[in-house]
C-alpha cells in the first residue's frame, strides 16, 4: 500500500499527482529474463523408522542454479545419511526417529539460487509411521434375538490404520447382508442370532504395525413371543467429523423400531447429496468417498416407520479442511527508482490460509518503506537493493504453496538530485515546521515534493506521505502526537522519474498536559481503610512524563475535600483512619512538567461493617477492555482468606448512568466477558464475595473503552466481516451458529462478537453480545419457537470490522409438554367409533401429529396396541373394524418436531352385542371423564345440566303449542257456522246435473252426509291470501266445504288460496266413458261469471291441483302462493271426491271449440283418487263474488 495521505492535504497538489502517477504505472525498457521456478518440489511423504527416503527437487532458469536445503527453515547439513543428489534431490539413507536432533521428522524446502535472485520451495512434511494403543476397546453387550448388535473401538495412527474384526480369533467375513464394518472402526450386526454369540475384537494394521484389542463377548437372548409396535429410535448417530480434501468419510446411523425403520440422508441446507462420490454402507450409513469442499455441511440421517409419518433425525456436521490455493497471483512488475510497487495476492483455504511474503527466498518484515497488508506487498520510494524475485507464501494446517513475481527496477539518468539542508524545528506538542532546499541538478524540472513521516520509536510503524507543489520549500504537519520522535525525509519528482530520498531528519514534539486520567482500583482490607491503585497512563494519552498524581477523597455526605499528592513513580495509596460502613468519594488526576490533566469522576466506594470480621476479604480486580465494546473482567481470591465463599456478585455501570447486576457467579469462575457495551466510555465496575452470612469486601475499579478505530482514525482499512453465517436450531432454547474467517493475514489473536435479538424487538437494553474466539457458538438460553436474528463481527489489534449480513433462524418449539385433553370416544355404528380431543393445554405448544393408540382388553394385556397417525390440525379419527362384545382402551399423544407429549389417560369404550345395540339405538358415548359399569357410564354434572335445559325448553314448546291449538279451535267453530248460514242462500243461477253410480258409490254418499257434523267444524276458515288464492271450491252451484278422510291437526297444516283463470264460456256437451262402479258428473250450465271474470272450473266435490305440480307423489304435496295443495284418502269417498282413471292435463280438462263452448270429461276408477288440474289465476276473486252451499243441500 502506498503511504497514506494525510487529511487536510493542499488542494493545490491534487492535479500535480496524476502524472506522477501515469509515470510511476508504465516505464519503457523491461528487462525479460528466463524466470527461475521449480519443474518439481518435494512431497510430503510417511516412511518407516530406518527406510531409506528421497525428496525430490529440481528447478528451471538461467544457469548457474544453486541449490539448497532448509529444514524447519534452517539450512541442512550433509552427512553420511543425508545426502543432496546431482539432479538436487535430497537422499536420507536410514531415517531416525528418535526424539531431539537426530530425529529427522520435519519440514524440509529447496532453495533454488541465480544471478537474478532466489525462489523457495512448498514445505514437505517428513513423518514416521506410528501406532498408538487402542483408545476405545469394544464393550460386551447382550441383545435379543432378532436385535441389533454394535462394537466399536478406537485406535490413532499414521498413516490411519484399516482396521477389521474377528470373530472368536477368526477373520470375520463381511460379506454377509447382516454384518457391516466401517471404516471408522465400527462393527453392526443386525437380526442377531445364536449363531452370532461368541466373541469378538478388531485389529488395526498399517504398513509397519498391528495391534489387537480387547476381546467383547456378544449374548443372544431368546426374542419374546409377541413383539410390540415402538417407535423408530437412533441407537448410534452420525458424529462431527473433520476431514482433509480427498479422503473417505462414513457417516454412522444405525436405528432400531418395529416395524424394522427405513433409513433415508438428507442435508440440512436442501442441497441435492453428490450420488457420483456416495453410497450407503451396510443398513443406513452413508460413506462419501474422495471428500471435496461441497461435501462440507450438516447431514440428517431419518428413520422413518414403514407406512407411516413417524420418525426420529440425528444430525452431524461434516467439516472438509483443504490446503491453500490461489484465487489471486502477484505479477511482475517493472518500476523507476523512487517509485512504488504493489503486489497483490489472495489463496482460500479451510482453515483460512496464513499471507507471508518471501524476497529472494527470505521472509519480509515491514518497515517504515516496506509495508504489508492483509495479502498485500507495498515497495515505495524503490531502491536497486529491492531488485529480486518475491514470493507469496500461503500456508495452514494442509500444507503450503508459493507463486512468484519479480520487480524490475529501472535507473534514469535525467533524475534530478535529492533535496538537501532537511532541517525540522518544533512548534508545539503536535506540530513540526520542516524545512529544506531545491536539488542543485535539474531543479528547475521538479514539479512537485513529497513529505514522508513516521514515528522513529517501534516497528511497523506506518509511513504517511503529503504531496505538494514546487512552489514551496517548508511545511508544517501540525497532527503528531505530544512527546513522540518522528523521522522525516523528503522527495521530489519530475515528469522522468523520481529523485533520491533526501536525508532522514529526526525530531520530537514538546510535552502536553496528559489527555485522560488513570484508571483507579479500590478496595478495602479493613473496616477502616481504602487502597488505592491505578494502572498507569497508556503512551497515547500520557503526552509525556508523568511527575505528579494527585488524589482527592471525601465523604459522600460532606463537602470538604482532602487532598494528597504523590510522586509520579506512586502507583498505589492506602487511606487509613476511616469511618466504617461509610460511602468515600474519591478521584484522581495525573500531571506532566507542563501541568495537571483533566480529573477522574468521583468513584464511590463502601467501607465493610465493624462487625464484619469474618467476612470474605475483598478479590483483587483487573479490567481490560478486549475491544470497543467489550471489556474483560478477571479476579483473583486471596487463598488465605478463612471464610467459606458461596459465590461472586458483579455490578457494573456506565459514567453517569444506573447500575447493572447484580450477576451471580460461582466460586470457580475467575472470568466474565461484559459486552454490548458503548466505545469511548468510562465504566464502573465492582466485585465481591458473598458467603452464607454476608457479603464481603467489594472491589471497585474503572475502566474505559476504546473507540472503534475506522480508516479515519488509523489509515488502514478494517478487516472484512465474518462471512458464510449459518444458522442451525439445535433445541427449543439453542441455536448453533458457524461462520468463516474472511481471508486477510494477521499474527494478532482474533475474537467475535455475536449479536443476538428476536426479531422485532422494541427494548435494545435485551440485546445480547456473546464473545468467543472460535468460528462457531452455540447461544442458548432463547426462547422456544422464536425467531432469532444473528449477526457477528471480529476484532483483531484494536480494529473492529463492521457486522456480517444478518441471519435469520426459529428456535424449536418445545415438546408437548401435556396430552391431548377433553378426549371423547362415541360409537357411531356397530363396529365404528368416533374419538375426538382438544390440543394440550398452553397457547404456545405447537403440534404437528397426534398418536391415537388403541387395543381390546385382551390386546392391551399382551402389550399389542393398534396405531393412527393424524395430522396437528386434525383433532378426531375414527376407530374402525371393532369386535362386539369387547372393552376398547384408547389413548392419544401429541407430538412435534422435537418429540412426543406424554399419552393422556386411557378412556374405555364398551362395543355390545348386535342384540344389545339393536335394542338401544342410542349411540354410546365415552370421554376421558366417565368411567364404564357394566355396560353403562355415569354422566357428569355438565352433562346432566343440558339435559336438563333441553327437555324443559321441549315441555314449554309443547304446552304453548296446546294452547294454541285450543284458541284457534274455538276460533274455526264460530267461523263454520257463520259460513254454513251464508251457504244457504240461493244463487243467481242453476245449474242441473245427473249423477250416475253404484250402490257402492251411494254408500260412500251417505256416509259422507252422515259425517258432515263432524267434519265441519275442522275446517279452516274462508279467506284469501296476499296473491289473490283461496281455499274455497266454487261450482256452478256455489263454494263447496272441503271434508278430509283423515282429521289432521290443522294447526300444523298450511293452506293455500287457489284461483283458477278461464275465459267465460259454457258447458255445450259433456261425454263421459262409463265403467262400472264409476260416478260421472255432466254439467251442462254456464258457470255463473261476467265478462272480463275470471270463471273456475271445478269438480263439484273435489279439491283443485296445480297442473304443473300434478306429478307430485302423494301425500308429499307442497302448498305455495300458487295455490297447490292435495288432501288424499283411501278410507272413504266424500262428496267432494270424483274417481279419475287418468288424471287430467289442462289440455284433457277443458278443451275450445268454434262456439266457445268448453266441454268436460272426466271418467275414472273408484279405486283410484282423482287428482283434477286447475290453473291458477292471477286475478284475485273476491269470496263474497261466489254463493256457498252446503254439502249436505246439494242436489244429487
Known amino acids: 500500500m502506498a503511504p497514506s495521505l494525510r487529511p487536510g492535504m493542499p488542494p493545490r497538489a491534487s492535479p500535480l499527482l496524476l502524472p506522477l502517477l501515469l509515470l510511476l504505472g508504465s516505464v519503457p525498457g523491461v528487462w525479460s529474463f528466463n524466470e527461475l521456478s521449480f519443474i518439481k518440489e518435494p512431497q510430503d511423504v510417511t516412511v518407516i523408522r530406518k527406510d531409506p527416503v528421497l525428496l525430490d527437487c529440481q528447478a528451471h532458469g538461467e544457469v548457474p542454479i544453486k541449490v539448497t536445503w532448509l529444514k524447519n527453515g534452517a539450512k541442512l547439513s550433509e552427512n553420511k545419511r543425508i545426502q543432496v543428489l546431482s539432479n538436487a534431490s535430497l537422499y536420507i539413507s536410514e531415517v531416525e526417529g528418535r526424539r531431539g536432533e537426530q530425529s529427522d521428522e520435519g519440514f524440509y524446502q529447496c532453495l533454488a539460487v541465480n544471478k537474478y535472485g532466489a525462489v523457495l520451495s512448498r514445505k514437505a512434511h517428513l513423518t514416521l509411521s506410528t501406532i498408538s494403543a487402542f483408545e476405545v476397546h469394544p464393550v460386551s453387550t447382550e441383545v435379543h434375538e432378532g436385535g441389533v448388535a ?16 474377528e470373530f472368536n480369533r477368526t477373520a470375520l467375513p463381511i460379506t454377509m447382508d447382516r454384518i457391516t464394518a466401517l471404516p471408522s472402526g465400527v462393527l453392526q450386526i443386525y437380526d442377531a442370532g445364536p449363531v452370532d454369540a461368541g466373541n469378538y475384537r478388531c485389529v488395526a494394521a498399517t504398513v509397519a504395525h498391528k495391534r489387537k484389542s480387547m476381546e467383547a463377548y456378544l449374548t443372544v437372548t431368546p426374542a419374546n413371543e409377541s413383539r410390540s409396535f415402538h417407535m423408530p429410535t437412533i441407537v448410534a448417530g452420525p458424529q462431527n467429523v473433520t476431514v482433509s480434501l480427498h479422503q473417505t468419510v462414513v457417516l454412522e446411523c444405525m436405528a432400531t423400531g418395529n416395524p424394522k425403520p427405513i433409513i433415508s440422508w438428507s442435508r440440512l441446507d436442501h442441497k441435492s447429496i453428490d450420488v457420483f462420490n456416495t453410497r450407503v454402507l451396510g443398513n443406513g450409513n452413508l460413506m462419501i468417498s474422495s471428500v471435496r469442499l461441497q461435501h462440507a455441511g450438516v447431514y440428517v440421517c431419518r428413520a422413518t416407520t414403514p407406512g407411516t409419518r413417524n420418525f426420529t433425525i440425528a444430525m452431524a456436521t461434516v467439516t472438509v479442511l483443504a490446503p491453500p490455493s490461489f484465487v489471486e497471483w502477484p505479477e511482475s512488475l517493472t518500476r523507476p527508482r523512487a517509485g512504488t510497487a504493489r503486489f497483490v495476492c489472495q489463496a482460500e483455504g479451510n482453515p483460512s490460509p496464513k499471507m507471508s511474503w518471501l524476497k529472494n527466498g527470505r521472509r519480509i518484515h515491514s518497515n517504515g518503506r516496506i509495508k504489508m497488508y492483509n495479502s498485500k506487498l507495498v515497495i515505495n520510494q524503490i531502491i536497486p537493493e529491492d531488485d529480486a524475485i518475491y514470493q507469496c507464501m500461503a500456508e495452514n494446517s494442509q500444507g503450503s504453496i508459493l507463486s512468484r513475481a519479480r520487480l524490475t527496477v529501472v535507473m534514469s539518468e535525467d533524475r534530478p538530485s535529492a533535496p538537501y539542508n532537511v532541517h525540522a524545528e518544533t512548534m508545539s506538542s503536535s506540530a513540526i515546521l520542516l524545512a529544506w532546499e531545491r536539488p542543485l541538478y535539474n531543479s528547475d524540472k521538479v514539479i512537485a515534493y513529497s513529505v514522508h513521516y513516521m514515528k522513529a520509536e517501534g516497528l511497523n510503524n506506518e509511513e504517511y506521505q503529503v504531496v505538494l507543489g514546487n512552489d514551496t ?32 531528519v529526526t525530531q520530537n514534539t514538546l510535552e502536553d498536559v496528559p489527555l485522560r486520567p488513570p484508571e483507579i482500583s479500590l478496595t478495602s482490607r479493613s473496616p477502616t481503610d481504602i487502597l488505592i491503585s491505578w494502572l498507569p497512563i497508556p503512551a497515547k494519552y500520557r503526552r ?52 495537571l490533566g483533566e480529573s477522574s469522576v468521583w468513584t464511590s466506594h463502601r467501607t465493610p461493617k465493624a462487625t464484619s470480621v469474618k467476612a470474605p476479604k475483598s478479590p483483587e480486580l483487573h479490567l481490560e477492555p478486549l475491544n470497543c465494546t467489550t471489556i474483560s473482567v478477571k479476579w483473583q481470591q486471596d487463598a488465605e482468606d478463612p471464610a467459606a465463599i458461596q459465590g461472586y456478585k458483579l455490578f457494573y455501570k456506565e459514567e453517569g448512568q444506573q447500575e447493572n447486576g447484580p450477576i451471580f457467579l460461582d466460586t470457580s469462575d475467575l472470568l466474565y466477558t461484559l459486552s454490548g457495551l458503548d466505545p469511548r466510555r468510562k465504566y464502573h465496575v465492582r ?89 462457531h457458538m452455540l447461544v442458548q438460553d432463547l426462547e422456544p419457537n422464536t425467531k432469532y436474528e444473528f449477526a457477528v463481527r471480529l476484532h483483531v489489534d484494536q480494529l473492529s470490522s463492521p457486522w456480517s449480513p444478518v441471519v435469520y433462524h426459529s428456535t424449536l418449539p418445545e415438546a408437548p409438554a401435556g396430552p391431548p385433553v377433553g378426549v371423547k370416544v362415541t360409537l357411531i355404528e356397530d363396529d365404528t367409533a368416533l374419538v375426538s380431543w382438544k390440543p394440550p393445554d398452553g ?65 374405555e369404550l364398551a362395543v355390545l352385542p348386535k342384540e344389545t345395540s339393536q335394542s ?66 240461493p244463487g243467481t243461477r242453476a245449474g242441473r246435473a245427473m249423477v250416475i253410480g253404484g250402490s257402492d258409490t251411494g254408500k260412500n254418499l251417505e256416509r259422507s252426509a252422515s259425517h258432515e257434523e263432524s267434519s265441519v267444524p275442522m275446517m279452516p276458515n274462508s279467506f284469501i291470501d296476499a296473491k289473490g288464492g283461496t281455499d274455497l271450491i266454487i261450482n256452478s252451484y256455489g263454494p263447496i266445504i272441503k271434508n278430509n278422510a283423515k282429521k289432521k291437526w290443522l294447526f300444523f297444516q298450511d293452506t293455500k288460496k287457489i284461483k283458477i283463470e278461464q275465459p267465460p264460456r259454457r258447458f255445450t256437451q259433456a261425454v263421459c266413458f262409463y265403467q262400472p262402479g264409476t260416478t260421472v258428473l255432466i254439467s251442462d250450465e254456464d258457470s255463473p261469471g261476467s265478462p272480463g271474470q275470471t270463471t273456475s272450473y271445478p269438480r263439484p266435490f273435489g279439491a283443485g291441483l296445480d297442473t304443473e305440480h300434478s306429478a307430485n307423489s302423494e301425500g308429499s304435496h307442497e302448498t305455495g302462493d300458487s295455490g297447490r295443495f292435495s288432501h288424499e284418502s283411501n278410507d272413504e269417498i266424500h262428496l267432494s271426491s270424483v274417481i279419475s282413471i287418468t288424471p287430467p292435463t289442462s289440455h284433457s280438462l277443458a278443451h275450445s271449440d268454434p262456439a266457445g263452448d268448453a266441454a268436460l270429461m272426466v271418467c275414472g276408477d273408484p279405486a283410484e283418487p282423482l287428482t283434477v288440474a286447475q290453473t291458477s289465476s292471477p286475478a284475485p276473486q273476491p269470496p263474497s263474488a261466489q254463493p256457498s252451499f252446503d254439502v249436505g243441500k246439494f242436489p244429487i
Not at 478406537?154 to 484399516?162: F, L, Q, V, Y
Not at 442451525?728 to 475474537?751: E, G
Request: some cysteine; aromatic content about 8%; overall charge positive.
Open 920 to 985: 338401544n339405538q342410542r349411540p354410546k358415548r365415552l370421554d376421558s371423564d366417565a368411567k364404564v359399569h357394566s355396560g353403562y357410564y355415569h354422566l357428569d354434572q355438565k352433562s346432566m345440566t343440558g339435559i336438563a335445559v333441553g327437555v324443559g325448553i321441549a315441555l314449554t314448546c309443547i304446552l304453548i303449542c296446546v294452547l294454541i291449538l285450543i284458541y284457534r279451535s274455538k276460533a274455526r267453530k264460530s267461523s263454520a257456522s257463520k259460513t254454513a248460514q251464508n251457504g244457504a242462500q
Open 150 to 165: 454394535r462394537f466399536s473401538c478406537k485406535i490413532s495412527s499414521n498413516p490411519p490404520a484399516d482396521i477389521t474384526w
Open 843 to 907: 397457547p404456545e405448544t405447537v403440534v404437528t401429529r397426534y398418536t391415537i393408540l388403541y387395543a381390546s382388553r385382551k390386546a392391551w394385556i399382551a402389550g399389542e396396541w393398534q396405531v393412527l397417525h393424524r395430522e396437528g390440525a386434525i383433532t378426531m379419527a375414527l376407530l374402525e373394524n371393532l369386535v362386539a362384545g369387547n372393552v376398547y382402551i384408547v389413548k392419544i399423544s401429541a407430538s412435534n418436531e422435537v418429540g412426543e407429549g406424554p399419552f393422556s389417560n386411557s378412556v
Open 544 to 595: 509525556g512524563q508523568v511527575v505528579l498524581y494527585r488524589l482527592c477523597f471525601r465523604l459522600s455526605t460532606e463537602t470538604s475535600i482532602q487532598v494528597v499528592e504523590l510522586p509520579g513513580t506512586a502507583h498505589e495509596y492506602l487511606l487509613e483512619r476511616l469511618k466504617p460502613d461509610s460511602i468515600y468519594l474519591v478521584r484522581i488526576t495525573a500531571g506532566t512538567r507542563v501541568g
Open 473 to 504: 520549500t517548508h511545511y508544517i504537519i501540525d497532527d503528531l502526537e505530544p512527546a513522540s520522535n518522528y523521522t522525516f525525509y523528503i522527495v521530489a519528482y519530475m515528469p522522468m522519474g523520481a529523485s533520491q530520498m533526501s536525508d532522514h
Open 687 to 775: 466485585l465481591l464475595a458473598y458467603s452464607n452470612v454476608e457479603d464481603g469486601y467489594q472491589a471497585d475499579q474503572t475502566v474505559s473503552t476504546p473507540g472503534c478505530v475506522s480508516v479515519r482514525d488509523r489509515m488502514v482499512p478494517p478487516p472484512p466481516p465474518p462471512h458464510h453465517l449459518y444458522a442451525m436450531a439445535n433445541t427449543s432454547s439453542s441455536i448453533f451458529l458457524h461462520w468463516r474467517r474472511p481471508a486477510f493475514t494477521t499474527a494478532q489473536a482474533i475474537n467475535y462478537t455475536i449479536r443476538c435479538n428476536p426479531v422485532g424487538l422494541q427494548n435494545a437494553s435485551l440485546v445480547q453480545y456473546l464473545q468467543t474466539s472460535e468460528t
